[in-house]
T-cell receptor, first 113, second 112 residues
C-alpha cells in the first residue's frame, strides 16, 4: 500500500503550458517536502510546507499544502525544458525517535521545446 | 557549506562479487545518514539509517549491510551481489530524522 500517491505518474507537455501535479494521502503529515530529480542525479529539495493551507512560491512554481495536511499540489506556470525531471513528494509522520519520511513514487515531467 | 560525496558514479559487478559504496559528508557534525535505493527512476526505498557512529537501523531485510565507521562516513556493502541488487543507490544526510534531506549524486549499480 502506497501511503503517498502522486499523480499523474507521467506528464509530457509543450514549453509554455501550465501544469499541476498532486501528492495525496489519507494520512496526516506534520510537514511535506517536494524534491526535483534530474536523470542520473540525486533529488534536490525545492520546498517544505508545514502549515495546513500554506502556499509557497518559488519563481514559476507554486506549492500548496492541503488544509487537513493530507495532500499537496505543485503548479508550474509557463513550463520550460529546464523543468523536466522527476518530482517527488515526501511527508513527515511521527515524532521524536519515531519520525519517518514517507516518499511518493514521483511524477515524471517532460517539457518539450 | 555542507557537501556530500558519493562514489563511484557507476559500477558494473558480476553476480557473487562483493560491493562497497562510500559516502562522506563535509561541513557538518553528527549528521543523520541514509542509504536509499531507487528503481527505474521512481520512488525511493530507505535501506539503512544512522544517527551516529556504529548505530545502524535496517529498514528492509536484504542482501546488503551498512556501516558508519566515522561520524561523516557511511558505507554500503554486500558480501555477494545478486542480480536483484541492481539499481540506483543514493546516500543522503539531514540534521535530524525526517528533516530536509541532501542527496549525493548517486551510484548506478548493474549486477551482471
Amino acid at each position: 500500500t502506497q501511503l503517498l500517491e502522486q499523480s499523474p505518474q507521467f506528464l509530457s507537455i509543450q514549453e509554455g503550458e501550465n501544469l499541476t501535479v498532486y501528492c495525496n494521502s489519507s494520512s496526516v503529515f506534520s510537514s511535506l517536502q517536494w524534491y526535483r530529480q534530474e536523470p542520473g542525479e540525486g533529488p534536490v529539495l525545492l520546498v517544505t510546507v508545514v502549515t495546513g493551507g500554506e502556499v509557497k512560491k518559488l519563481k514559476r512554481l507554486t506549492f500548496q499544502f492541503g488544509d487537513a495536511r493530507k495532500d499537496s499540489s505543485l503548479h508550474i506556470t509557463a513550463a520550460q525544458p529546464g523543468d523536466t525531471g522527476l518530482y517527488l513528494c515526501a511527508g513527515l509522520r511521527g515524532g521524536g525517535n519515531n519520525r519517518k519520511l514517507i516518499w511518493g513514487l514521483g511524477t515524471s515531467l517532460a517539457v518539450n521545446p | 557549506s555542507q557537501t556530500i560525496h558519493q562514489w563511484p558514479a557507476t559500477l558494473v559487478q558480476p553476480v557473487g562479487s562483493p560491493l562497497s559504496l562510500e559516502c562522506t559528508v563535509e561541513g557538518t557534525s553528527n549528521p543523520n545518514l541514509y542509504w536509499y535505493r531507487q528503481a527505474a527512476g521512481r520512488g525511493l526505498q530507505l535501506l539503512f539509517y544512522s544517527v551516529g557512529i556504529g548505530q545502524i537501523s535496517s529498514e528492509v531485510p536484504q542482501n546488503l549491510s551498512a556501516s558508519r565507521p566515522q561520524d561523516r562516513q557511511f558505507i554500503l556493502s554486500s558480501k555477494k551481489l545478486l542480480l536483484s541488487d541492481s539499481g540506483f543507490y543514493l546516500c543522503a544526510w539531514s540534521v535530524r530524522r525526517g528533516a530536509e534531506a541532501f542527496f549525493g549524486q548517486g551510484t548506478r549499480l548493474t549486477v551482471v
